[in-house]
């Protein structure tokens, strides 16, 4: 899992699959893999992720690179790195 330890947070890497049949986080050797259910036109992915990963940690989430781009790195303001961690294996299990 890619996920360090930032002054406001916890940064975690993950690999967009646009035009999924439903919204979804999983694992791929060590890469987060974010399936979401919008097109990757006019930041509508962007915005799904930023609202489910919201969802998921309780917290305000930010894309902080990877506007453009399929592998994309969030920060997720107030989150330590183990917290962090714990939620995501926890999603991944679902």
């Known amino acids: 899992m890619k996920i360090t330890e930032a002054k406001e947070g916890a940064i975690v890497e ?4 646009p035009n999924s049949p439903k ?14 259910t919008e097109e990757p036109v006019k930041g ?3 915005k799904e992720l930023v609202k489910e990963f919201s969802k998921l940690f ?10 453009t781009s399929r592998q994309k790195r969030l920060l997720i303001l107030g989150m330590n790195k183990d917290d962090a961690e714990h939620i995501i294996a926890a ?4």
Not at 58 to 67: A, L, N, P, T
């Open 23 to 36: 919204f979804g986080v999983a694992f791929d050797g060590h890469e987060i893999l974010a399936f979401c």
């Open 58 to 67: 309780h917290s305000r989430v930010e894309i902080v690179s990877g506007f």
């Open 91 to 94: 999603w991944g299990t679902q």
């Open 44 to 46: 509508k992915v962007n």
């Open 14 to 17: 993950v690999f967009v699959k």
